[in-house]
């Protein structure tokens, strides 16, 4: 390998191959081999970085997890300055409202999904649901300073079922689940936050 390639764009270039090839075929097909097509690379540029096809997997999973937690954060305001259209802005980065978006959940979907039969993707599994439900538990203490700790882990994982659950919709049935409709019910989710615990009639119906 020539010395003056720079490891970071490389490894990135291998995980935009990645992508691409989940997006196309889905996860069964990510190898050594194919990933080196992809990338326009030979297979032993690619075993450079990447023993094993699973280290490969892992590390894909891990960059797009990093990159979906970083939309989560840029699309946070300063904490005196968290409103419920911040919060809806946060959760909008976990739907597939733009190419990159939707690239980025389909692959964050199907590495997930993986990773109850694929031990190597099992960390980044729970590493992906502890970070986004952090970042977004961060914003609802910041929204609604007033919510007991039960109501705030309540409440987080009630808007994270409601975002990934749109995702999904969102991916397969996009032609009437468009942006406008996902945007609307998340505003309406994250209005309602608090509520349930003082009785209003939109109380835990559903939630687990």
């Known amino acids: 390998m020539p010395r003056n ?30 990933v080196a097509a992809e990338a326009g690379l030979v297979v032993g540029s690619v075993r450079h970085y990447f023993a094993t096809s699973a280290q490969l997997a892992a590390h894909a999973f891990e960059a797009v997890t990093d990159g979906v937690l970083a939309r989560l954060e840029a699309a946070a305001a300063e904490p005196s300055a968290v409103t419920d259209e911040v919060v809806v802005a946060q959760l ?30 099992g960390a980044e599994a729970e590493r992906s649901h502890r970070a986004v439900a952090a970042t977004l538990g961060r914003a609802l203490v910041r929204l609604r300073p007033g919510l007991g700790q039960e109501d705030l882990v309540r409440e987080a994982e009630r808007l994270l079922a409601t975002v990934e659950g749109l995702g999904l919709h969102a991916m397969l049935h996009g032609r009437w689940l468009d942006a406008d409709l996902c945007t609307d019910v998340l505003r309406a989710q994250v209005a309602s936050i608090g509520l349930a615990g003082a009785g209003a009639p939109c109380a835990a119906a559903g939630i687990h």
């Open 5 to 34: 390639v720079d490891a970071a764009l490389r490894r990135q270039q291998i995980v935009e191959a990645v992508k691409r090839i989940v997006v196309a075929d889905g996860l069964g097909r990510v190898s050594l081999r194919e």
């Open 92 to 121: 909008c980065q976990l739907l597939p409202l733009d190419e990159g978006r939707a690239v980025d959940l389909c692959v964050w979907t199907e590495f997930k999904l993986a990773a109850r039969t694929r031990p190597e993707l």
